[in-house]
């Protein structure tokens, strides 16, 4: 007979053995003492911390044959049969896999018959933001008036998702994550019944690996149990997690912080090659991001950095070459893509990340008044005002164009010449001080206009959500730089820019954006080289059709056919 899991043998069985939760415990244990049972819970909050685990200690507490003070005694045959799943009177749903109003009418026929041997009959229903509309309308009259001595206990991990007729009906109760030290307390609780004596470190790695799941935490225990037997090193552990910790985080923010962006490349190949995931080396360089984050805000929040003093003076040392927008700017850039199409290179996430950072470091002067690193993209128009970083280790090019005079545009011939050292390493400054008094009272348009030509696809799906139309229109441009503090659309036809700067639609793709990068920005429009158009361009005829236009604003496209084919019809 293959032996149970850790975490199901070591499974909560009293409301004391719930680690980290003792508001809860203490309403659900004073609730039983005194018999003030409500007719519908609602337990939520993240995986893996104790919900339906409390839940099963509720039914045992209310229906134990020798209950003290609110616990129960988890040896009489009423606490056995909840705890071994044969107690007829507790039923626990999957909602996930009965979602629907069939299955919730059958709750219905059944919930009026009375207990069989237990006191209160419970229904547990797990994953109930997964039942459909027409399911929870028709649990609702049940939940507001259930018969006597029946209680439901909705579980749940995203109780937003649940109707708020629903919520109105139960007695909520959040559960929190567990902290480090909470995890870490168990775990060696656990590694003591079970003969296991990990290496130093190894529990603080699975603490901090499951981020707040003590599932997860024992979980993996006895995956790295399995792989490097009872006592498994740090290096094993390591191993089998896939994580580098946060030594090696430290040390790739320090080369970032440095400009030593191909010493970071180069580390996080090694790390691969030794096969940390570099998902999980994302997460640690977050999670010493925040940590930096914390200090540079103020010196009273290192009791929220659960880190060793030589570890926080190392994060010391980091945040002196940190400004705080800077740290904002370098979490968002290191949190991990939900999903990722990177093939067979599962690194290149984390390179670009790497880059990217080094970039906005570079952007981002941390100094007031400091110039910022620009130049205007080939292939924009000739705006002074109009900038966009440049790509790693290229040496931005001289600044074009002059401010415009009536109708017409002058252009100089060269900017000033200089030795090429000194183009390698000074850097074109913003030729207006307009466009850098506008950088420094908000974020970097460099900055905004990478995040935002990174994810164009998502801002155009985005936009498809809110208006075909628009996106239709969207998809003619492309981001080409910034102005101040506007993201500067590029555009091929005076059509797609007119339409796209009309303030209706002009909303829409602004709220698309400030959805997929999470920062409110302006958009501005301009054409791309239009002088350069062919005056008979047939693709353009069409657009000045009325018609078409109507078609395009409808979300229709225009291809172009080759007369070939058309004299062969």
Sequence with gaps: ?????????????????????????????????????????????PRGVGKTSAARILAK???????????????????????????????????ASNRGIDEIRGIREKVGLAPASARYKFYILDEAHMLTVDAFNALLKTLEEPPANTVFVLVTTEAQRLPETVLSRCQRLDFRRISVPDAISRLAYVCQQEGITPEAGVLELLARTAAGSLRDAEVMLDQIVAYAGPQPTLAAARSVLGAAGPDAARDLLVKITDDRVADAIRTVNDLVDQGVDPRQVSLEVVGCLRNILLLRTSETLVDLIDEGQEAISELRQIAQKLAPRQLVELIRIFTPVPSSRTGLRPQLPLEMSIVEAARALRDVSQAPGAPTVSAAPVGVADRPEIIAPQAPGEVPAPARGSPRSGTGSS??????????????????????????????????????WGDVARRWTEVLDVCGAMSRSVQALLSAGRPIGADGDAVVLGFKYPFHRERIEDQKNRAIVEEAIARVCGTRVRIRCSLINPEALPPSDSTQAALDDPLVRAAVSMGARVRRVKEDNLEEK
């Design 1 to 45: 007979m293959a032996s149970q899991a850790l975490y199901r043998k070591w499974r909560s069985q009293r409301f004391a053995d719930l680690i980290g939760q003792e508001p809860v415990a203490r309403t659900l244990r004073n609730a039983a003492r005194t018999n003030r049972i409500a007719h519908a819970y609602l337990f939520c909050g």
């Design 411 to 448: 252009r100089p011939s060269a900017a000033p010449s200089r030795s090429d050292s000194e183009a390698a390493t000074s850097p074109a400054p913003t030729v207006t001080a307009r466009a850098a008094a506008q950088q420094q009272a908000s974020a970097s348009p460099g900055i905004l």
């Design 61 to 95: 507490a209310v229906n134990c044959l020798d209950a003290v003070d609110g616990e129960p005694c988890a040896v009489c045959e009423m606490c056995r049969a909840i705890q071994d799943g044969t107690a007829i009177d507790v039923m626990e749903i999957d909602a």
